[in-house]
């Protein structure tokens, strides 16, 4: 995916992502690739307690992008995403 952001408002969000099923990783990582242009920041931590793995992404994106990305990510089986958004606007 590009960044195509000329003209268009973006804004700052965190999208929180809970992998419950490892097999999805690839898929998740794949996902993310694909939107890294509009990737500030990644964290991600294993749970082995609780078997899931949490990544938090940082993103500079316009709405449309962010909400299609955590709605791709959430749609996979084993996977939840919510984002979080900055409350000011951007460029």
Do not use: C, F, W
């Amino acid at each position: 995916m590009e960044k195509e952001t000329a003209g268009q408002e973006t804004r700052i969000a965190v999208i929180g992502i809970i992998i419950e099923d490892r097999k999805q990783a690839g898929l998740v990582n794949s996902l993310l690739h694909q939107y890294g242009s509009y990737v500030i920041g990644r964290m991600g931590l294993p749970y082995e307690k609780k078997g899931v793995n949490i990544i938090s992404i940082v993103v500079d994106a316009p709405m449309d992008i962010i909400s299609a990305l955590s709605g791709k990510l959430g749609r996979l089986p084993g996977v939840s995403s919510k984002a979080l958004y900055s409350k000011a606007g951007g460029q």
